[in-house]
């Protein structure tokens, strides 16, 4: 298996886009989970499925940020509109067992000017 | 609620022992983690502790596990400049969530 796959690994986008960044996780890992990572906070987990059902998105900080997981196999973050503030690593992982070891893709640098 | 705190920096010379140090809160957790994050890189699994044990050794790496206190702590002996890194503590209860630090950036000076 290739991992979890991440993409784009880098956008740059002006103030007031939307941003959609895409996930892959391990084929037959069922829970998913997008984290982000500035320097200023650390790793923040946003929101996390298990079979493809949304389980806490507590950690999305505003309605600007969504997240779906239409199937098993792809999961997206979207940001609209997106902000200067919301630039930062962008991480998505998955695991095989609720509360097993997570995998993590590479990550999107998403950089809002 | 869960948390999992560690310092943010931690700086060596090449040859000693680093050791990063980790608190979290929930006491019914199952398993505890360590992360590396290379630069540009995400998160690798580095080691792995399971609640009921109290120390876990793996080469260079010595995992130490206090649950009274809830502290965990990663020994790295003979740190080498390729280690320098983000080192994230973390905890799953076995729901369904990794509760993660945020991080431990280890500088390695030569």
């Known amino acids: 298996d290739a991992g979890v796959i991440q993409s784009p690994r880098h956008e740059v986008t002006e103030m007031g886009q939307e941003v959609t960044l895409r996930c892959k996780p391990i084929s037959g890992h069922n829970s998913l989970f997008w984290y982000r990572q500035t320097m200023m906070r650390g790793l923040e987990l946003l929101i996390y499925?298990?079979?493809?059902?949304?389980?806490?998105d507590s950690g999305m900080p505003e309605d600007r940020f969504s997240a779906k997981m239409p199937n098993a196999s792809f999961s997206t973050l979207k940001i609209q509109p997106s902000e200067p503030r919301d630039s930062a690593v962008y991480f998505c992982?998955?695991?095989?067992?609720?509360?097993?070891?997570?995998?993590f893709g590479q990550g999107t640098r998403l950089t809002v000017v | 609620g869960e948390d999992v705190e560690q310092s943010l920096f931690l700086s060596v010379r090449e040859g000693d022992s680093s050791v990063i140090n980790c608190t979290y809160t929930d006491s019914s957790s199952t398993y505890l983690y360590w992360y590396k994050q290379e630069p540009g890189a995400g998160l690798q699994l580095l080691t792995y502790?399971?609640?009921?044990?109290d120390m876990k050794q793996d080469q260079r790496l010595t995992v130490l596990l206090n649950k009274k206190d809830k502290h965990l702590s990663l020994r790295i002996a003979d740190t080498q400049t390729g280690d320098s890194a983000i080192y994230f503590c973390a905890e799953s209860t076995g729901g369904f969530k990794t509760i993660f630090g945020a991080g431990t950036r280890l500088f390695v000076k030569a």
């Open positions: 992982a998955s695991s095989l067992e609720t509360g097993g070891s997570a995998f």
């Open positions: 502790i399971f609640s009921n044990m």
């Open positions: 499925f298990n079979n493809n059902v949304p389980i806490d």
